[in-house]
């Protein structure tokens, strides 16, 4: 036995089962975000039930499991939609209740701008108190219709409106501004020009908002009447359906096709009803813009101090602090640089901008609020330790002799620091954003501190100067998967989204490390050292 | 064959010397690495060192562009003159002395760039920038270092890409392109195979009509083949210095006798 424990066997044994249950922890984690993330957008059969006590419920069948004590039965969870009629989503059903089961081929899922999903049969249309009867290929023109309506009132709610709310923005803080200087005629002529060009944008404001209620109300003018499995009626104006579908009378191209096109609108279109349905394009778009601006921040500033620690400093007591000290940024829970970052940046940094730049909007903060830009200063402080680390290591690196060989050659430190030194330690610089980016994107805690919300007005960045708004608050993957998962109104339903941003976040940082590992090996083949 | 040594100076009088070492003690720390080296160094010819393993040669000649001031704890005594100039003096310019005074190494240190890139990186550093006379240094060097005629057609290409021998010539030709009176070359075969040895061979006795060339090395022969006076090191110390041909036929000292005829070393 004491010789079979020398040979070591055991141990190689042990060090092996290790490796294969983390191998085992991480493949499983992502094969478990894959699977109920992917499994979403897949057109689902509806199930029509006639249950014992002549009740027919119709719904999508979420998942079937054995009823705990009471062996050989199951029950059954089904979606039944129509959050405005039943008032929940879900209902449980005992196997043993069903009486007859059955998939009706026109069954049909209405995907609505509010109250979720709605299942049921098309029976009509209901337009100017006139009914009259109605099949699928009949409802596309009047979709057709309600989206260019939408159209028309997304265009006046966002561009016209918005401009004329810049606009007016510009005027109040010049207006302000104006008020705050010395009394004289000039001034007084000034107030009064701004004031009437006020009021002419007030005047055009009411106009736009009179045209808006008119389209909403047109919007509702017609109105397709639904019959739910219980026999009820229900009816829904045209503009709020987003989509309609038979899912059983579909083929599996069909399917495809469908699942391709939710798979693109979730990716790329803005959240709707409390986030709980439509896409996260202004999350990904703001978790891309806040680890690119955290990378620009961090890179020269974390190759700076590292440049300096590993090859100016002396190597005595303080030099060892100092690198023992940022080696211990690294383990510093990261909600105590979000609290940093709030009174630091924010109310610091950001609210002695605002007193010096943006004065005439005050008491409102313009800078002096969380924002895209400090948060991602907050996070390039948290991922500083990484790159200085990786840096240092990337310079020690760089072998003696080709040091030497520049300084032969009549070059002075900083020459070779320059030319020879940090080329030649980039692939360790960039191992180093690598890791820093990855830490970032995934990091949560500080951001809503400094920052992210759960809706977004607007991207950070649009078409107005100056174009690139730092200061914007921001959505961001992370704090969309908590939200949704934990603080949306509607919480079981929109389980499935939590995994499927999830695997966004996940995928976005694949992206991200992958193509600064690529940049890496390429520099790596250049800047290889001698082979000799 | 008459015999410059002197018995009790230790200082032969060679013809027409660039370079003058007076009383040269180094310290690395508290170790006497050199004890008091006297020594002069002729103008345009080859002089080698040799001795064994740690006898000081290539600390000697790393004291001549100031190398050793990169090391930490050295400590110099004594004085080097080049061209009768205190190289030692607070007003020396160091990156203007090593410019004078090139170095090669003994492992082959191309930088990861370009063979052109390695080539004209001193200029460069110099200040010259005009792509007309970088192009015209890089051609000059390479011919002189025998390299001009494998590499022409690929100066792009990375200088790691080539062989041992090539690399070292690369480094060779990096130091004479900033046009040094002297080129210190620290044991630059000792990684080599015997053919690219005999390429640096010939090439460095055809830089003698240009350069001062000051080679170390552990190999005899070469000290034979190629150079004109041979210092023999020991413990720190010059013990014998004289004509190549004379050190190692009729050797004065009987150190310098065992070491050559191999009996130790």
């Not at chain 1, 991602?376 to 690196?397: F, R």
């Not at chain 1, 921001?474 to 079981?492: A, C, K, R, T, W």
């Amino acid at each position: 036995m004491k010789k079979f424990l020398r040979t070591g066997n055991p141990y190689i044994w042990l060090t092996a089962c290790a490796l294969t249950i983390s191998m085992l922890m991480v493949g499983g984690l992502v094969a478990l975000i894959t699977m109920k993330g992917l499994g979403i957008f897949w057109p689902h059969t509806i199930v029509k039930f006639t249950l014992q006590d002549g009740t027919v419920v119709l719904g999508e069948i979420e998942k079937e499991e054995p009823i705990p004590q009471k062996k050989g039965m199951y029950r059954t969870k089904l979606k039944v939609g129509n959050r405005d009629v039943y008032g929940m989503d879900f209902r449980w059903i005992d196997n043993t209740d069903i009486i007859s089961r059955e998939y009706p081929l026109y069954a049909l899922t209405f995907e609505r701008r509010e109250w979720g999903n709605m299942y049921g049969f098309l029976k009509g249309l209901k337009q100017d108190g006139d009914i009259q009867p109605l099949n699928l290929k009949e409802l596309a023109p009047l979709r057709e219709e309600s989206k260019a309506l939408l159209k028309r009132i997304r265009y006046i709610e966002r561009k016209v409106i918005g401009k004329i709310n810049y606009q007016m923005e510009k005027y109040r803080l010049a207006l302000k501004h104006l008020m705050t200087q010395q009394y004289s005629v000039k001034a007084q002529e000034d107030i009064e020009e701004v004031k009437a060009k006020v009021e002419n944008l007030e005047k055009t404001y009411r106009e736009k908002e009179d045209m808006l209620a008119g389209l909403y109300a047109q919007a509702k003018e017609k109105e397709i009447i639904v019959l739910l499995a219980d026999g009820k009626e229900k009816n829904i104006p045209v503009f709020n359906i987003i989509r309609v579908y038979a899912p059983n009378e579909m083929g599996v191209f069909a399917k495809i096709g469908f699942y391709l096109m939710k798979l693109w609108e979730f990716v790329s279109t803005e959240p709707r009803e409390a986030n709980t349905e439509g896409g996260i394009f202004p999350a990904i778009f703001g978790t891309v813009m806040m680890v690119f601006i955290m990378s620009i921040a961090v890179v020269p500033f974390g190759v700076l101090t590292a440049v300096y620690l590993r090859e100016y400093a002396d190597d005595n007591i303080v030099a060892r602090l100092i690198r023992i000290s940022v080696s211990n940024l690294a383990g510093v829970p990261s909600i105590v640089f979000g609290v940093f970052g709030l009174g630091f940046f924010i109310y610091f940094v950001g609210g002695n901008i605002d007193k010096v730049f943006f004065s005439e909007s005050l008491p409102a903060p313009t800078f002096g609020t969380g924002g895209i830009l400090w948060a991602s200063l907050t996070l390039a402080l948290l991922t500083v330790p990484v790159v200085v680390v990786a840096t240092e290591e990337g310079l020690s690196a760089v072998p003696k002799s080709v040091r030497e060989g520049s300084y032969a050659l009549g070059a002075t430190k900083f020459e070779t620091l320059w030319k020879v030194v940090i080329p030649q330690a980039t692939p360790g610089i960039l191992t180093g954003t690598i890791l820093a980016m990855a830490r970032a994107a995934g990091e949560v805690a500080p951001l809503m501190l400094t920052g992210v919300v759960k809706l977004a007005p607007s991207l950070p960045v649009d078409q107005y100067f100056p174009y690139i708004h730092f200061e914007r608050k921001f959505m961001h993957l992370g704090f969309h998967i908590y939200d949704v998962g934990f603080q949306s109104p509607n919480v079981e339903a929109a389980i499935p989204m939590v995994y499927t941003t999830t695997l966004v976040l996940l995928f976005i940082v694949l992206v991200l490390n992958l193509t600064a590992i690529v940049m890496r090996n390429k520099l790596r083949k250049r800047y290889r050292t001698t082979a000799l | 064959m008459e015999n410059y040594y002197g018995k009790k100076e230790k200082n032969m009088i060679v013809p027409d010397p660039i370079v003058n070492i007076i009383d040269l003690i180094l310290y690395y720390g508290k170790i006497k690495a050199l004890k008091g080296i006297h020594l002069d160094i002729a103008k345009k010819k080859i002089t080698s060192f040799i001795g064994p393993s740690g006898c000081g040669k290539s600390t000697l000649i790393r004291c001549l562009n100031r190398m050793n001031d990169l090391v930490e704890g050295v400590k110099i005594e004594g004085t080097v003159k080049i061209d009768g100039e205190d190289i030692y003096a607070p007003a020396v310019d160091v990156t203007e002395l090593r410019r004078r005074v090139g170095m090669v190494f003994q492992k082959p240190n191309p930088f990861p760039k370009s063979i052109y890139e390695n080539v004209v990186y001193g200029p460069r550093v110099q200040g010259i920038h005009k792509k007309s006379a970088l192009d015209e240094i890089c051609e000059k060097a390479l011919k002189k270092a025998a390299l001009w005629d494998e590499v022409k057609d690929r100066l792009r290409v990375s200088a790691l890409d080539l062989s041992g021998g090539q690399q070292q010539r690369i480094c060779i030709a990096r130091a004479i392109a900033v046009e040094p009176e002297i080129i210190l070359l620290d044991e630059p075969c000792s990684a080599l195979d015997p053919i690219a040895t005999a390429k640096i061979e010939d090439m460095l006795v055809e830089l003698k009509t240009d350069y001062t060339v000051i080679i170390v090395t552990h190999n005899m022969q070469q000290a034979a083949r190629i150079s004109e006076f041979t210092g023999f090191f020991m413990h720190g110390e010059l013990v014998e210095f004289d004509v190549t041909t004379e050190i190692f036929t009729n050797p004065h000292e009987k150190q310098t006798e065992d070491y050559i005829t191999g009996r130790f070393g």
